[in-house]
Nanobody, 119 residues
């Protein structure tokens, strides 16, 4: 069982920055993939960025050049630095952990963090 606790959401003006953090209850070196998803009003939840324990990183196109995902093994955390934020980035952001078991991959989710980009 993996518990994920998020912090760092809030209200920011267009062009501003926010940093989301997510702390895992287990050693993240044992987690196959960590990531951030988001769900805007009326939208389905979708991937923002992910990072594997091999170091492989993936960004969705809208996040490239503006968002940076990183992991801190010492703190068992995964972070999302978001710069040049736009109103369309407004959403609830969820931390995600994918753990490999012999029976398959299981997903774990954080509680969600509201990010609102508005003037």
């Amino acid at each position: 069982q993996v518990q994920l606790v998020e912090s760092g959401g809030g209200l920011v003006q267009p062009g501003g920055s926010l940093r989301l953090s997510c702390v895992s209850s287990v050693d993240i070196k044992s987690i196959y993939q960590l990531g951030w998803y988001r769900q805007g009003p009326g939208d389905i939840r979708g991937l923002v960025a992910s990072i594997r324990n091999t170091g492989e990183i993936e960004y969705r196109k809208f996040a490239e050049g503006r968002f940076t995902i990183s992991r801190d093994n010492a703190k068992n955390s995964v972070n999302l630095q978001m710069n040049t934020l736009k109103p369309e980035d407004t959403a609830v952001y969820f931390c995600n952990a994918q753990v490999k078991y012999t029976s398959g991959i299981k997903h774990y989710w954080g509680q969600g963090s509201q990010v609102t980009v508005s003037s």
